[in-house]
């Protein structure tokens, strides 16, 4: 295959160059090589016409579910990186609550070398703090960090035993490696399954109090500047969390923090369908919590956005409310839900999202990527920006169909996938080849 | 005004005039219990479905009786615990009740919005006999049949609803109920037993007993579970009792000569209600079990397709 291809005349946003400018990216081997006006394409390279597209580095989704091993039926890292790659993304971290769980290097190694042999965009694991995720002995962090884990979390479980926590913040200091955070005290959100609201008293169905998330959020960003550890709380869903979270950067404390594509689209007030692909853990909250979450996003509070993409089957997601499984797909829908409900009305600068998905994330995680400098790996996400998409979830890579936005129509959506220097993904219109 | 729409699922959605209807044709069909041959052909050849999730005596057996002498055959299908503890998902057992083509399936259910569920995926009527702390529509109905034969009429009256609000559909149904009819609702008990945002229905909030009952005209005291006292809600069932029991003392001191003293059953003689008052000249509770057949006839009819006339045939 070609080594080298020129992407000609698509306007490029990488804001950690601070460009946003029609150039053309010249890569080589793999990397990028060249990126400015008028480049010449050297003999043999691939050309590719961006013209009207937006070149940007490529995303990075740092908060995925990709189930293997264990949960196969909802889930594999071959149809969860097909899935990433066609929702832009190039890059994806996945979480520990696999089956068995990726509390050692065993585990960590069989997600790598599946990544290996079958996917299609990078894959970074992310390793337990405890073991079992239950909460009472440390995993053998070191090791996991040296198998390639680029953080600690027991997403899905909150770590509720403080002094654990601590130990787990201080034992990975050394690996430069954050700790994430899924911040739900559980005596607080005990049985409930949607926001503590208008809403959840109408339904009768139990409550999640926005306290069960700030009082974890206060509690880690205190263990945090007692341990110098870097924090990193997952899907922010409150406006008390995003208070807490600027406060704590403010004073100098090394938080940080992520939201969800569906936290800043939808308020509890989706609950009333009763469709189970609106239950989410957090839950979905208010009109003046996605306010916060998208100033926060807008202002630097929430360093990125991360789908915690959470295939389940569908037997899981079609029951009764209370009983169905928490979480969404993620990967195939954010880019362009995010484009047309937040980018295109203009409540959120389209440099300031590319950063969020891209930059930041890749900065947090010490990733390559992130940036189209010289010498980066090629990993680009180009988007159409004019193309409009309805949902439809009949037509997603992912082997689940779990999401609340089947119907939705966007304009803007992703239109070719980059990694190192590969196409990966390219957006075929309906009735043209297969 | 007729009555259009496929399923009852809630109060909440109804017109007040649909709310009527409903009243109306319950309080004519009452006079059925009196007759010597309780049976009207207006649903024969009709398949009813008891489809029953969670342990009830009285709505069952008050949905079967009005089935029965409206001449439909009722079927009783109790699942004892979850879907999920019993093997067969509550999304396939509903599918198996359609392949067998009823024309109603009452439905009751621990999870809130389960009713709706079954609503989409049916193509039969769907009557909602209780969905989690949702709403149970036919006990509203019922009571608001009985507030309006003993009272006379409804825009104006004052209702206390007393005790565990949080996990009430009863209570839920008749606000949503009480509201659109132009009455006024205060609900009342120790606040870890109110829910939250509860003035957001359209409610009064009470947190005295005292408070509550005077001077309005229906008191409804709910049923305590003894499980809050283990949640952690209330310290225990005597001092619950102490300040939040329905006494005649009380009911002496604070609350009009002519209040209705209503409860959905069954009643915790002793906790919210002293025995004096459950059976006393106030309490019209036997007459809301009576009125519960009539409104669930009336719903069946109204929803299995049948003319209202017919009953009188």
């Known amino acids: 295959m070609t080594t080298s291809m020129l992407i000609r005349g698509g306007r490029v946003i990488d804001p950690a160059a601070s460009i946003d400018a029609v150039q053309d990216v010249l890569i080589e081997h793999g990397k990028i090589a060249r990126v400015g006006g008028g480049l010449t394409a050297p003999e043999g390279a691939l050309q590719l016409d961006a013209r009207g597209k937006w070149v940007c580095p490529g995303f990075i989704d740092m908060h995925v579910h990709l189930r293997e091993p264990g949960h196969e039926y909802k889930e594999t890292v071959a149809t969860g990186t097909r899935a990433a790659a066609a929702g832009g993304f190039t890059a994806v971290c996945c979480m520990a609550n696999t089956q068995p769980v990726n509390d050692n290097r065993a585990v960590t190694d069989y997600i790598r070398a599946k990544a290996d042999s079958e996917g299609v965009v990078r894959v970074y694991p992310i390793g337990a703090v405890t073991r079992g995720l239950d909460g009472k002995e440390l995993a053998e962090l070191a090791e996991l960090a040296e198998a390639g884990c680029v953080a600690f979390s027991d997403d899905g479980h909150c770590v509720m035993n403080a002094e654990l926590y601590r130990r787990a913040m201080e034992y990975t200091l050394p690996f ?46 205190v263990l945090a500047e007692l341990t110098g550890a870097h924090v990193h709380i997952a899907h922010l869903s409150t406006a008390g969390a995003v208070r807490i979270v600027r406060e704590a950067k403010a004073r100098g404390v090394r938080v940080t923090a992520e939201v ?20 989410m853990a957090p839950p979905l909250r208010t009109k003046r919590d996605t306010e916060a979450l998208l100033e926060g996003l807008a202002d630097g509070t929430i360093d990125c956005v991360a789908t915690d993409h959470a295939p389940h089957a ?27 409900r937040l980018v295109r009305p203009g409540l959120l600068p389209v440099s300031t999202l590319v950063s969020r998905l891209s930059r930041d994330p890749a900065r947090l995680l010490r990733l390559p990527g992130g940036a189209l400098g010289v010498g980066a790996p090629a990993d680009i996400t180009l988007i159409d920006p004019d193309a409009t998409v309805t949902i439809d979830p009949a037509r997603f890579r992912s082997r689940s169909r779990n999401t609340p936005f089947a119907g939705w129509t966007a304009t803007g959506r992703p239109w070719k996938t980059i990694v190192g220097g590969r196409l990966v993904w390219e957006h075929v219109a309906e009735g043209q080849r297969p | 005004m007729g009555w259009t729409r496929k399923d009852l699922l809630t109060i909440r959605e109804l017109e007040p005039a649909e709310i009527l209807t409903l009243v109306d044709t319950a309080a004519s069909l009452q006079e059925i219990a009196g007759r010597e041959i309780k049976k009207v052909p207006a649903l024969r050849g009709k398949t009813i479905v008891n489809l029953f999730y969670e342990n009830s005596t009285r709505t069952r057996t008050s949905f079967e009786i009005a089935g029965k002498w409206l001449s439909a055959d009722v079927i009783n299908f109790s699942a004892s615990g979850s879907s999920a503890a ?20 009452v439905v009751r259910h621990a999870s809130s919005g389960a009713p709706a569920l079954l609503a989409r995926e049916l193509s039969c009527a769907i009557v909602n006999a209780g969905d989690g702390a949702h709403e149970h ?14 009272k006379g009429h409804f ?29 006024t609702v205060t609900v009342a008990g120790p606040p870890t037993l109110i829910p939250p945002y509860a003035q957001e229905l359209g409610c009064k909030v009470s947190y005295r007993l005292e408070d509550a009952i005077r001077d309005v005209d229906v008191i409804m005291m709910l049923r305590l579970q003894q499980e809050r006292m283990h949640a952690g809600l209330i310290p225990s069932l005597r001092e619950y009792s102490r300040y939040w029991g329905l006494t005649l003392d009380r009911l002496a001191a604070h609350a009009r000569p002519d209040v209705l003293i209503m409860h959905p059953g069954p009643v915790n003689r002793g906790v919210e209600l002293s025995p004096e008052v459950a059976d006393g000249p106030y309490s019209v509770i036997l007459d809301q079990v009576a009125k519960g057949v009539a409104v669930r006839m009336a719903v069946l009819l109204l929803l299995a397709g049948g003319r209202g006339g017919e009953a009188h045939s």
């Open chain 1, 176 to 221: 430069g490696a954050p700790v994430i955070s899924h911040a739900e005290d559980h005596t607080l959100s005990r049985a409930g399954c949607m926001n503590e609201g208008v809403v959840s008293t109408e339904l009768g169905l139990p409550g999640i109090p926005a306290a069960a998330e700030d009082v974890m959020v206060a509690r880690d960003v």
């Open chain 1, 260 to 279: 969800t594509p569906h936290h800043l689209l939808l308020t509890e007030e989706a609950v009333r369908s009763w469709d189970p692909n609106t239950r």
């Open chain 1, 314 to 340: 569908l037997s899981e997601k079609e029951g009764e409310f209370d009983h169905a499984a928490n979480g969404i797909v993620g990967l195939e829908t954010a880019v362009a839900l995010m484009l047309d």
């Open chain 2, 86 to 105: 019993k093997g067969e998902s509550f999304v396939d057992t509903a599918r198996n009740i359609a392949a067998m083509s009823p024309d109603v399936v």
């Open chain 2, 137 to 150: 529509p036919t006990q509203a109905l019922l009571d608001l049949l009985t507030i309006r034969e003993k």
């Open chain 2, 155 to 183: 825009e104006g009256l004052s209702v206390a609803i007393v005790g565990d609000i949080a996990h009430s559909r009863v209570a839920r149904s008749n606000i949503h109920g009480m509201k659109k009819l132009g009455m």
